[in-house]
């Protein structure tokens, strides 16, 4: 009975693609994080499967070998381009295929999140999903380049399903490792944050005691072997101590016996070995890789990199750090290297950074909301009360919302009856002068700086205790969707009459259709500096606010029975009458005669 009450463990899916060693580096520190509090399930195949389950052992992870996508741009010449054309084709296949095993296996294991690293297929609805990539944009070869709007495209279909995109990049282009590859205009439609560079390599305090370090990876078979025997030969003709670290996935020590003793092969070198031979190392020779490049900007070491031929993303970064001067390339030699004064290459901040960033990123997934409910009260002596009976007893922890009551030039008792209230998580600020979008504007200067969501409330409208908990969990479900406004369902407080369920169900109606409000407006908080009410309207400010709102994002509504307001405008008006005047306004009066005209205060 005892185990049946234990609460089931944390789990995390990691899906890591093996096309070349460094998605496997890049991913590893946020797995070792994780794996403190989560047990791993880990998929990925080959030599990167063999380095995962060497540096994850101790995390108790499960492992499956899944395949991976063709290894796009291999072979020569018109070769090059045929497999280019056949091996695009195939990923669709293998994508499909990949959903499907991550989706079976979420089924089983009820992940809590899912981090994929160029696996555009681990993805699965309703467990927040991230995908880590440097490369939005694609680049093409040279024949395929009129149509990268095509790759592009594919790139924006299979983002999208992901939760958040993490780019181990800064977005500072000044301080870019991956120039125009991670800096795309399609970010702007996709959730993303920059996070800095990952690094599986911690430096140590050694002595520079290795004099040059070959390090090769990249998934291309075909430009490894001449590649190694290119530089075995340069090595020969270079002074001192050389080390080989090729990649592989056995573990072991070789040295060649043609080869002199100042040269060491490691087949492969993980954990504490590969840390200490790239801190000794006083300089690298490696291929153009991005992950890479992102090591030498963690140990700030001075390199010799050669782009992989006819893989276009190596020889794009090769230009852009050529560009920055921040490496040497070919057509220089490596014996240039004895005599370079090349400093090595500064970033911002580094992998301990990086780590915290996606840290932060993913437990706020899990995290619950923070609402602050701004309350404009001008003499609202009559419904106020009620108002805040009610959200002192919402169903959300206390420490997750406040109510901000701003008192605006009343002249009953509407000060002396929020006064009543405040204490706890309810404030309430008294403002000189009258206006209800100068009071919104003053309520949200006044928000926690925590909070996550502002909800603008009509000091006549009422919420029950589940409303805080229905938006979070609307929002929760809706994680892949960038919202920036919204409103909710609304009906008719303490009138129990058909007519006004008509009428309230037609303005719901119209609401949710015209992505308008009522009574209502729940908006992103983060934007509250972009975004304010125009303070020279008095009337239509709320339509005003939501069209500006949703230049950077999108409206939701949430169909609700937990929000309630008076009809006291209805019945003093009439209802007909009000909803012709209300549309008129809204669709035939121009901005600038509202700000002329005055709205007709009913209490």
């Known amino acids: ?58 995390t108790g992870a499960v492992f499956y070998d899944f395949p991976d996508y063709p290894p796009i741009e291999r072979g020569r010449g018109l070769k090059f381009y045929l497999y280019f054309i056949f091996d695009s084709l195939r990923i669709f296949g293998v994508i499909r295929r990949e959903h499907r095993f991550a989706f079976d296996l979420a089924k089983k294991n009820s992940f809590d999140f899912i981090i994929s690293d160029g696996r555009y297929g681990a993805y699965v609805k309703g467990t927040p999903s991230f995908l880590i990539s440097h490369q939005i944009s694609f680049v093409a070869p040279a024949w395929f380049r009129p149509f990268t709007w095509i790759s592009d495209l594919f790139n924006y279909r299979q983002f999208r399903k992901f939760d958040e995109i993490i780019i181990p990049d800064y977005e500072d282009p000044k301080f870019s490792l991956a ?59 270079l002074s001192g101590q050389k080390v080989f670290v090729l990649g592989k996935a056995e573990v072991g020590v070789i040295t060649p016996e043609e080869k002199s003793a100042e040269i060491t092969v490691y087949q492969n070198a993980t954990g504490d070995l590969r840390a200490r031979l790239f801190s000794s190392a006083r300089f690298i020779i490696s291929r153009a890789g991005y992950s890479t490049i992102m090591d030498l900007a963690e140990l700030e070491k001075p390199a010799f990199l050669v782009p992989t031929p006819n893989q276009t993303e190596q020889e794009y970064l090769a230009k852009h750090h050529l560009r920055q001067d921040n490496f040497l390339f070919p057509p220089a030699k490596l014996g240039d290297l004895s005599g370079t004064s090349k400093p090595a290459i500064k970033v911002p901040w580094k992998t301990a950074e990086s780590v915290r960033r996606v840290k932060k990123i993913v437990d706020s997934y899990f995290r619950q909301p923070f609402f602050s409910i701004i309350v404009p009260a001008h003499n609202e002596e009559k419904y106020l009360g009620d108002t805040l009976t009610h959200l002192k007893s919402l169903d959300y922890p206390k420490n997750l919302y406040e109510v901000i009551v701003v008192e605006n030039g009343s002249t009953d008792r509407t000060l002396e009856i929020a006064r009543r209230y405040e204490g706890e998580n309810i404030k309430v600020w008294q403002m000189t002068g009258k206006g209800v979008s100068r009071a919104r504007n003053f ?9 996550d969501w502002l909800i603008f409330l009509d000091a006549d409208t009422v919420i029950e205790k589940p409303l805080l908990l229905e938006i979070a969990k609307h ?90 307001t008076s009809t006291r405008r209805f019945d003093r008006v009439g209802w007909l009458k009000l909803f012709i005047e209300w549309n008129f306004q809204a669709i035939f009066i121009p901005e600038q005669k509202k700000q002329k005209m005055q709205y007709k205060v009913i209490r």
């Open 443 to 451: 309520g949200s200067d006044k928000a926690n700086p925590e909070s």
């Open 179 to 237: 120039g125009r590859l991670s800096h795309h205009p399609m970010l702007r439609k996709l959730k993303h944050n920059f996070v800095g560079v990952l690094s599986s390599i911690e430096r140590v305090e050694v002595t520079e005691e290795v004099d040059y370090l070959f390090t090769l990876s990249g998934y291309l078979q075909e430009h490894k072997e001449p590649f190694l025997k290119e530089l075995f030969a340069e090595a020969e003709n």
């Open 475 to 564: 929002l929760k479900a809706n994680q892949q969707t960038n919202f920036s406004i919204g409103t909710t369902e609304v009906d008719p407080l303490g009138d129990l009459r058909l007519k006004a369920k008509i009428w309230f169900w037609i303005y719901n109606l119209g609401h949710r259709l015209t992505k308008t409000s009522f009574a209502v407006q729940i908006f992103k908080a983060k934007l509250k500096n972009q975004v304010r009410f125009d303070e020279t309207l008095t009337l239509s400010e709320d339509l005003k606010f939501i069209k500006d709102a949703q230049a950077f994002g999108k409206f939701f509504y949430l169909p609700t029975r937990s929000v309630l």
């Open 1 to 58: 009975m005892s185990d049946m009450l234990q609460k089931s463990p944390k789990k995390a899916l990691f899906c890591i693609s093996s096309l070349g060693l460094g998605h496997a580096t890049r991913t590893l520190p946020i797995a070792k994080i994780y794996g403190k509090t989560h047990e791993l399930h880990v998929v990925s195949t080959g030599s990167a499967l063999a380095f995962l389950r060497q540096e994850l052992a101790s």
